[in-house]
């Protein structure tokens, strides 16, 4: 399962994973992306907004009705918006939490149980944000820098339990 594959890396590692014969969950919010992502083969797109949990428990469904199992996760699905810190309203310094912090922890809470049966592999997609940050890249890497706890933590959790979770920490993409 892929969270934000409707483009960059999301999209990306979908369409690498299908290409070598995996069924790949690629999830999107917009129709256009869930059709182009049902074009590729071994993709089954899923409309999931990771800010909404009725979406995700609905994904779920759909993922266990399959009853192929889940051998991993990949919490991509991110927020980059940047801007000096006074700039941000409590509003939209909460939208960004939900989707790069709350989002992956949703996601994961509700799969969890899957991947725990089947000993998978949690992947959150980081940053170099989360090690460093710089001006006006304060909200992006204070999600960052929550995400590496989280992704920390979650780890040493579910190890007796056969899963593993690790962070990936890009820079820049192209």
């Known amino acids: 399962l892929v969270t934000g594959a409707s483009s960059g890396i999301g999209a990306h590692l979908a369409?690498?994973?299908?290409?070598?014969?995996?069924?790949?969950?690629a999830t999107a919010r917009k129709p256009e992306d869930l059709d182009r992502l049902g074009q590729v083969?071994?993709?089954?797109?899923?409309?999931?907004?990771?800010r909404d949990a009725g979406q995700v428990q609905e994904a779920l469904a759909?993922?266990?009705q399959a009853g192929h199992g889940l051998y991993g996760l990949v919490n991509n699905a991110g927020?980059?918006?940047?801007?000096?810190?006074?700039?941000?309203?409590?509003?939209?310094?909460?939208?960004?939490f939900e989707v790069n912090v709350f989002g992956p922890h949703r996601v994961t809470?509700?799969?969890?149980?899957?991947?725990?049966?089947?000993?998978?592999?949690?992947v959150n997609i980081g940053s170099q944000g989360g090690m460093i940050t710089k001006r006006y890249y304060g909200p992006y890497s204070m999600t960052k820098h929550v995400l590496e706890a989280y992704t920390a933590c979650l780890n040493e959790e579910l190890r007796p339990y056969g899963v593993w979770a690790c962070i990936v920490q890009p820079g820049g993409i192209a």
């Open 109 to 122: 809470n509700a799969f969890v149980r899957l991947l725990i049966e089947s000993h998978g592999r949690i």
């Open 41 to 50: 083969e071994n993709v089954m797109p899923l409309r999931m907004d990771v």
């Open 79 to 96: 927020s980059g918006l940047l801007g000096p810190l006074n700039a941000w309203s409590d509003e939209a310094l909460g939208d960004i």
């Open 62 to 64: 759909i993922v266990q």
């Open 15 to 25: 369409q690498t994973l299908a290409g070598y014969g995996h069924p790949v969950y």
